[in-house]
């Protein structure tokens, strides 16, 4: 993916109507260079399979500059863009269940340590730390899948995503009462 030669801190809604009005490619990019981390992340919290976690990735995006002329503002464009992130990640979790695989707990673990490899680079930690570490991972993967959908889908976009409440009321198109109600 080559990166946008935008420089400078340009708002959202600004580079939404340069795209809108201009089809302005640069203003597209710096969108995506700016929120493909973020997406992936919650893409990967859902399914796991890399290749899976690419075809979100890519439909997202698709979807975004294909319905970017429908966006009406009334809530920010990083909130619209997680809610075509979470519909996409719904989309394939489900489609998944109707192949009947099943995430084991070992691909998470995987997912998981390649993460973090990812970001710390090579771990020169205490041993008997990374023993509880893992097995921390594993409870708390396993409790997550566990939890009934709509459950675990604010759980990370709360806790793993760092959303407000708010943000996810409007995400999830439910009420803030809702939102926490689910997380209680």
């Given amino acids: 993916m080559r990166k946008s030669k935008i420089k400078g801190a340009i708002e959202d809604h600004d580079l939404v109507e340069r795209i809108r009005k201009k ?9 995506m260079d700016r929120y493909q981390n973020r997406v992936y ?16 990735l890519q439909d997202v995006f698709l979807t975004v500059y294909d319905k970017l002329a429908s ?16 519909n996409a990640s719904l989309m394939k979790l489900r489609e998944k269940k109707k192949e009947n695989s099943v995430i084991s707990l070992e691909e998470i673990e995987h997912s998981i ?18 023993a509880i570490s893992k097995e921390s991972i594993k409870v708390i993967a396993k409790a997550l899948e566990d939890l009934p959908e709509e459950y675990r889908l604010v759980a990370i976009l709360r806790d793993v995503e760092g ?19 689910r997380l209680h």
């Fill in 113 to 130: 340590d390649n993460h973090r490899a990812e970001k710390l680079g090579q771990w020169l930690g205490d041993p008997e730390k990374e």
């Fill in 163 to 181: 959303l407000t409440n708010q943000e996810i009321s409007e995400i999830l198109g439910i009420t803030l009462p809702a939102v926490k109600s």
């Fill in 23 to 31: 089809k302005d490619e640069e203003a597209f990019q710096t969108l």
């Fill in 41 to 56: 992340r919650l893409a990967k919290n859902f399914v796991r399979s890399e290749r899976d976690v690419e075809e979100i």
């Fill in 71 to 86: 966006f009406e503002a009334r809530s920010s464009f990083s909130t619209w863009l997680y809610r075509i992130a979470v």
